[in-house]
């Protein structure tokens, strides 16, 4: 089995592998699919359109053979017949070949498809070394060919001598036959040959078929390695892919952070979350998360807010279902408008106390919070 750098083949051909094959010229093909399906094909148009052949080939000799002196002598009048009795072949022999144009297109394209590659157009050094010549010779694959071109002498012979031996009697007829009605009948007896000798390169055809397909795919084969690279080349290099998710979140959260002296009031755990809300009647139909964050980022939070003299409420039932149901830039959910209404008075309350009017307010914390049960978190 091949190696590469000391590792087997083992791995199936990813679709990227594939497609660069394919880009290559690299697809299964069956020659004998190709030859087989003219050969049927052939055989069947023969006998389809043979008869019209063989009268416009008929009516071409008895012609030529029937000139007069005249069109003998003048070249130009020799011409002209011979032009006219070659058209007379040109429907009949045009479709045989038009019908054997189109089988062994089908029959190459019929395994692999239709590929075309420049690359595999181009002349290389290496398809021209001896080495490389006895190694194909003398490999895997010049063994199958000539087992393929074994079993296809004895099918053919084993075929054709099973056909002579069950018509043996025609074969006698034919010598008290006659003419040209003996002709016509050994021309069917041959087309009938021809066609069965032809279907029976089949079983090459069911043979070669898988094996080409087989073979494709082991040359395709990766190593563990490869097919690792590979990985790394199409989705990223897990490192560098981590480290932009890590640059992303510091991107996102120097943002957030950039975000919270707008907030309105600062909802906390009171130590392990905090959640930053703003509720701008002008611009926000319901209050917004513009901030949020656990441990280090929620300690982060607070001392913002404290810098910009942002209200802090220590709220851990509401804080918790904030945190774990909310996205930055979102609204709350509907279960929460009621509980964070109560905070935002609070903090409207506190401000008007501050300047001197009203009284101090009670703290959320002993207050009631209306908490839905399907939102609530430990």
Known sequence: MAESDGQERTEDATPRRQEQAREKGQVPRSRELASVAVLVVGAISLMWFGQALGEALMALMTRLFTLSRAEIFDSSELMLV????????????????TVLFVSGLIGAAGLGGVSFSWEAARPKLSKMSPISGFKRMFGTQGLVELLKSILKVLLVSGVAAY?????????????????????????????????????????VVVIDVPFQIWQHNEQLKMTKQEVKDEHKETEGSPEVKGRIRMLQREMAQRRMMADVPQADVVVTNPEHYSVALRYNSDMDSAPVVIAKG????????????????????????????????????????????????????????????????????????DVYLPIPTDLQRD
């Open 294 to 365: 656990s441990d280090f980022t929620a300690l982060k939070i607070r001392e913002i807010a404290a810098e910009y003299d942002i209200a802090i409420v220590p709220a851990p039932p509401l804080a918790r279902a904030l945190y774990f149901s909310t996205e930055l830039e979102q609204q709350i959910p509907d279960g929460l408008f009621t509980a964070v209404a109560q905070v935002l008075a609070y903090v409207f309350q506190l401000k008007q106390y501050k300047k001197g009017r009203g009284r101090r307010p009670t703290r959320p914390e």
């Open 82 to 97: 011979i032009v006219g009795e070659l058209l007379h072949l040109i429907l009949p022999l045009g479709l045989i070949l």
């Open 163 to 203: 056909l002579v031996y069950i018509n043996l009697e025609e074969f006698f007829e034919l010598t008290i036959d006659t003419f040209p009605s003996n002709l016509y009948h050994a021309l069917d007896i041959l087309l009938n040959f021809v066609l069965l000798v032809c279907c029976s390169l089949l079983l």
